[in-house]
């Protein structure tokens, strides 16, 4: 008798800038989703599948659990709980290097939910033999009757014992989507993911929490065009018109670095060229209205 097929829902949850996008491309092997190096990158539910001859793993990302204030930060925090309560199975990633009032709240969450529980602690190559002891030992003091796999989304340490672990909780079923899925994103999702992702990285204080970006049009390439061509035009929005001038920055440098730095990841993704022209618009104080957070695509869903 072969094995059974295994699949399964696996919401990957922590507290802001844990690393779980980091992690769910390194899984994938190719870059889906935003990452950067501050908190609350992440705004939405995105999946990302993991297809073997035995199982299909459901990978949901999702937004850092944490206190939300705007609107827009409680959109966020309600699709990270949706995904868990939807999912089989939840993947707490803890922060190897830094434990606030955010991993408290997570830990709750984690903790509670009746979902099956894996948990790891990310960003180990950053620590060295003596620091890993410490915090393995103060983890398991915190968490005690729980495994705890330590993983580096940089290096891929432990993650094939992560995905054995993850695997033991899936239940029996058939495959959730084509062998072939990578996301349940399109093309044009990500590119305003990338472009906003650049502007994130690229600003500093308020703004990256002001900015969103909305595609106006993505042409995907005729299929006759050696360059594989595809035209993307996006308008990234920002609440004042001193962001806007940030944004642009002087004799548009800043706006042009967006672009090249949006461009490459698209590019790789799309595996042709990509020509990106970006405009900038101010709608003001958008993340507090109910009316603007829709239209940019994180009202009620
Ligand atoms: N050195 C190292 N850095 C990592 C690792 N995983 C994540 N990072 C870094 O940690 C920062 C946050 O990573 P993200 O993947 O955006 O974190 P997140 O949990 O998705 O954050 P939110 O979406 O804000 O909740 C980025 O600067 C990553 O490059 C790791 O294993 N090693
Ligand atoms: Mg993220």
């Not at 606030?100 to 830990?107: F, I, N, P, W």
């Not at 002891?133 to 940089?154: F, Q």
């Amino acid at each position: 008798m072969p094995a059974p097929f295994l699949t399964g829902y696996v919401a990957i949850i922590g507290a802001p800038n844990a690393g779980k996008s980091t992690l769910l491309n390194r899984l994938l092997g190719q870059k889906v989703v935003a990452v950067a190096a501050k908190p609350q990158t992440t705004r939405h539910k995105i999946i990302g599948v993991l297809t073997d001859p035995g199982a299909q793993i459901v990978f949901v990302d999702t937004p850092g659990y944490h206190e939300p204030q705007k609107l827009l930060n409680q959109e966020m925090v309600k699709r990270a709980l949706s995904a868990l309560a939807e999912s089989d199975t939840c993947l707490w990633l803890v922060d190897g290097l830094f434990r606030g009032e955010d991993h408290a709240r997570a830990r709750a969450l984690a903790l509670n939910a009746p979902q099956k529980l894996v948990i790891a602690v990310s960003k180990t190559d950053l620590l060295n033999k003596e620091k890993l002891k410490t915090l393995a030992r103060s983890l398991s003091e915190e968490i005690p009757d729980h495994e705890i796999w330590p993983i580096s989304a940089k290096t891929g340490s432990g993650l094939p014992e992560l995905l054995k672990a993850i695997r033991a909780t899936l239940p029996e079923g058939p495959a959730l989507y084509p062998e072939d899925s990578l996301t349940d994103q399109s093309l044009r999702a990500i590119a305003a993911e990338f472009i906003r992702e650049a502007a994130f990285r690229l600003t500093r204080l308020e703004l990256p929490y002001s900015v969103a970006v909305t595609v106006d049009e993505f042409i995907e390439p005729d299929p006759s065009d050696p360059r594989r061509l595809t035209r993307v035009s996006a308008t990234i929005h920002v609440e004042k018109d001193s962001q806007k001038r940030i944004v642009i920055g002087s004799q548009g440098r800043l706006l042009k670095e967006i672009g090249s730095q949006a461009r490459a990841n698209i590019e790789r993704l799309t595996e042709g060229q990509v020509f990106l022209k970006l405009f900038v618009r101010v709608t003001k104080d958008w993340t507090k209205n109910k009316k603007s957070v829709a239209e940019f695509g994180y009202g009620d869903f």
